[in-house]
Nanobody, 125 residues
Framework: QVQLVESGGTLVQAGESLTLSCTAS??????????MGWFRQAPGKEREFVAA?????DQADSVKGRFTISRDNAKKTVSLQMNGLKPEDTALYYC???????????????????WGQGTQVTVSS
């Protein structure tokens, strides 16, 4: 059974930093061959791409310069370091996995077939 478990979400003040983590288990193939992504969904909005990594990485324009994605293949984890948080970053953040995803598709939500339950990030002004 595949599980992606996110952690680290909490309430923070604008300008503060936060690190989200996602730990994978039960993936049928070698973890390093999976693209790992972070997506977020705010109330009343569609789930949107934040960042993803396989060998190289991609990020949404809205988080470039503020968020950094990284992975530890030995620990089967992917992290999202978020600096300079803004109220508009408030959302439920999801971890997702996709086997063998090409770089050009890293930002495509529909290409990911494994999802976590999400962790809530709330940024107050």
């Amino acid at each position: 059974q595949v599980q992606l478990v996110e952690s680290g979400g909490t309430l923070v003040q604008a300008g503060e930093s936060l690190t989200l983590s996602c730990t994978a288990s039960g993936l049928p193939f070698t973890f390093s061959n999976y693209a790992m992504g972070w997506f977020r969904q705010a109330p009343g909005k569609e789930r949107e791409f934040v960042a993803a990594i396989r060998g190289s990485y991609d990020q949404a324009d809205s988080v470039k310069g503020r968020f950094t994605i990284s992975r530890d293949n030995a620990k089967k984890t992917v992290s999202l370091q978020m600096n300079g948080l803004k109220p508009e970053d408030t959302a439920l953040y999801y971890c997702a996995a996709s086997y063998g995803l090409a770089y050009r598709n890293l930002g495509k939500r529909t290409e990911y077939n494994y999802w976590g339950q999400g962790t809530q990030v709330t940024v107050s002004s």
